[in-house]
């Protein structure tokens, strides 16, 4: 069949009625495991000589509608369902390196992601570098003989810096290390790394992939032999498996995922020029921006600048928890890409791992803030935005 456009992908791919007795929806296979015709044919499935299900770690008909779904959205070979994001990062960074090895990073990365590197440093050795990645001569700079991957966020959480990744893919080539994107903060409707040289995708699924915030979950998508790989090994063997509850929920979510990016980012970016004009507000950091300095690469490889925004108002840190108490109904709560607005302080919440000097050179103040815009009324969300911003230096209490 051919390829249809990603709005209809995003609904059909991956599944067909026909196969599941007629089910418009996918059905929900709730089941641990799966029963064998005869002893041969167990012998044959656990040998690999014959497709099918085995037991629920190792692959289910609901997750996998989602594998082929996600893969086709990436335009990917393979997708991989895992029990949450942070599953995924860890089974491919863990199936990607060995003791000794080093990781090039973008500088700025999810606060777990960083943690995770931390361990692994403290256990098998692994150093990592984090840069900015603005030039072909600072990467090639830092790769070692040892280098095995690198790994990128871009827009970068929770500062929106960019990466330019049709630059990056480039200078690996040369290398032959695979590049690693986290592309949660876009979705595969804003940005498709694999369609500019890049190797694997990652997703927390929990963000924009189910958007309704009512699911934790994670996704790789990548080359068809190093996704059975994955499979095989650190999924199998480490075990965050995706729940096929989840995986229903997720391709449910991901039915209006296009809908939502576009109300999303136009929220954001009407949001945006609010901020900038509002005096309590130090600096504002958008993706499309025309102010931001990553403007144009953004412009290059994104479709929209989502819906995150991060800011940072005036004052110290009691002003910045003083504007996040004073909100009325917008939300303090991490994570993001849910349907309602949430807001966060990383330096004491999603970033609290990262030590402060590294905090520093990420560009997360104290007075940072993020900002998940969600799917109500802008009007309404900046009001509440104002009001707080107004009275802010008045509630402080030192
Ligand atoms: C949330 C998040 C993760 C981790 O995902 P979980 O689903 O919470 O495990 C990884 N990367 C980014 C950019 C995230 O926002």
């Known amino acids: 069949m051919k390829e249809k456009r990603f709005e209809t992908e995003v609904v059909h791919a991956g599944y067909d009625s026909k196969d599941h007795l007629g089910s418009l929806s996918t059905p929900i296979y709730q089941t641990s495991t799966f029963t064998f015709d005869s002893a041969e044919q167990g012998q044959r499935r656990f040998a690999g000589e014959e497709d099918g299900y085995i037991y629920g770690r190792l692959g289910n008909p609901t997750v996998s509608a989602l594998e082929d779904r996600i893969a086709a959205l990436e335009n990917g070979e393979a997708g991989l369902g895992f029990a949450t994001g942070m599953a995924a990062v860890s089974a491919t960074l863990i199936a990607l390196t060995k003791a000794n090895d080093h990781i090039l990073c973008s500088q700025g990365l999810y606060g777990c992601t960083f943690g995770l590197l931390s361990l692994m440093r403290d256990k098998y050795n692994i150093q990592a570098d984090f840069i900015s990645m603005d030039t072909e001569e600072q990467i090639r700079q830092y790769i070692r003989p040892e280098t095995s991957v690198i790994y990128i966020e871009t827009p970068i959480n929770p500062t929106m810096k960019v990466i330019d990744l049709e630059m990056v893919a480039r200078v690996a080539k040369e290398y032959e290390i695979p590049v690693v994107v986290d592309n949660t903060f876009s979705s595969p409707y804003i940005q498709r790394p694999l369609d500019l040289g890049c190797d694997i995708v990652i997703h927390s699924a929990t963000k924009y992939i189910g958007g309704h915030g009512d699911v934790v979950a994670?996704?790789?998508?990548?080359?068809?032999?190093?996704?059975?790989?994955?499979?095989?090994?650190?999924?199998?063997?480490?075990?965050?498996?995706?729940?096929?509850?989840?995986?229903?929920l997720l391709l449910r979510g991901l039915k209006t995922l296009p809908i939502r990016m576009e109300r999303h980012s136009d929220t954001a970016e009407k949001i945006v020029e609010h901020l900038k004009?509002?005096?309590?507000?130090?600096?504002?950091?958008?993706?499309?921006?025309?102010?931001?300095?990553?403007?144009?690469?953004?412009?290059?490889q994104m479709k929209l600048g989502a819906g995150v925004i991060a800011f940072d108002v005036k004052g110290g840190l009691k002003d910045a928890q003083a504007f996040l108490n004073q909100l009325s109904f917008l939300k303090i709560a991490v994570s993001l890409g849910d349907a309602e607005t949430i807001i966060q302080h990383p330096a004491t919440m999603t970033h609290s791992v990262v030590p402060e000097v590294d905090r520093e050179k990420m560009g997360i103040s104290n007075t940072l803030i993020r900002m998940s815009c969600g799917l109500e009324a802008w009007e309404d969300i900046w009001q509440d935005l104002e009001q707080s911003l107004n009275h802010m230096h008045m509630t402080q209490t030192n």
């Open 277 to 300: 004009a509002h005096p309590n507000v130090e600096q504002v950091y958008y993706p499309f921006d025309r102010d931001n300095p990553d403007y144009h690469i953004a412009q290059k």
């Open 218 to 248: 994670g996704l790789l998508v990548g080359k068809e032999e190093f996704i059975s790989e994955v499979a095989m090994t650190t999924q199998k063997d480490i075990g965050g498996a995706m729940s096929p509850f989840d995986a229903w």
